[in-house]
T-cell receptor
Framework: SQTIHQWPATLVQPVGSPLSLECTVE??????LYWYRQAAGRGLQLLFY??????ISSEVPQNLSASRPQDRQFILSSKKLLLSDSGFYLC???????????FGNGTRLTVT | KNEVEQSPQNLTAQEGEFITINCSYS?????LHWLQQHPGGGIVSLFM???GKKKHGRLIATINIQEKHSSLHITASHPRDSAVYIC??????????FGAGTILRVKS
């Protein structure tokens, strides 16, 4: 069966510090991978998606970047966090083509 | 105007009531997803549909492509159904656009 792992679950970081959130998927190959952010009281916002290794599409220009160094690994990074980067970050995967989305448990990031 | 509009934004129901959550969208889509977000934040996919109707347990999802509208129904609601329900549409080109969510609280 397929599983998705996302860590850490919670993170408190000072402004200006770097960020690295990792997401891995097991039990499938060549998945589409997504990073979403949910600000407090707001809906989900797509940040990045990837249809293959090294292929990253950015939806919203911002302080974040994403990388896909391996087929089932998706990393969300920042060199210098801003207060506005606080939020709930979710990784998701799906098989290519029309498919059900599967979400990780999320990372709650607080930038102080 | 958002591409995906959900109504109501908040809904409180008594246990056992029949619940309907609506989703309207303004763009052409290839599929529509209904998601459930638990209080802890985890999200579960309930349905993906591109036409007609799907049923899973007490949950029913319908979509009318011509009217650009979908509904999620919960029969015999229970406090454990309390969650945020999110509609998301997949535009042609694969982009997913999310509604803001409907906060449902079912009281016993």
């Amino acid at each position: 069966s397929q599983t998705i792992h996302q860590w850490p679950a919670t993170l408190v970081q000072p402004v200006g510090s770097p960020l690295s959130l990792e997401c891995t998927v097991e039990g499938t190959s060549n998945p589409n991978l997504y990073w979403y952010r949910q600000a407090a009281g707001r809906g989900l916002q797509l940040l990045f998606y990837s249809v293959g290794i090294g292929q990253i599409s950015s939806e919203v220009p911002q302080n974040l970047s994403a990388s896909r160094p391996q087929d089932r690994q998706f990393i969300l990074s920042s060199k210098k966090l801003l207060l506005s980067d606080s939020g709930f970050y979710l990784c998701a995967w799906e098989r290519t083509g029309l498919s059900t989305l599967h979400f990780g448990n999320g990372t709650r990031l607080t930038v102080t | 105007k958002n591409e995906v509009e959900q109504s109501p934004q908040n809904l409180t129901a008594q246990e056992g009531e029949f619940i309907t959550i609506n989703c309207s969208y303004s763009v052409g889509i290839s599929a529509l997803h209904w998601l459930q977000q638990h209080p802890g934040g985890g999200i579960v996919s309930l349905f993906m549909l591109s036409s007609g109707k799907k049923k899973h347990g007490r949950l029913i999802a319908t979509i009318n492509i011509q009217e650009k509208h979908s509904s999620l129904h919960i029969t015999a609601s229970h406090p454990r159904d309390s969650a945020v329900y999110i509609c998301a549409v997949r535009e042609y080109g694969n982009k997913l656009v999310f509604g803001a969510g409907t906060i449902l609280r079912v009281k016993s």
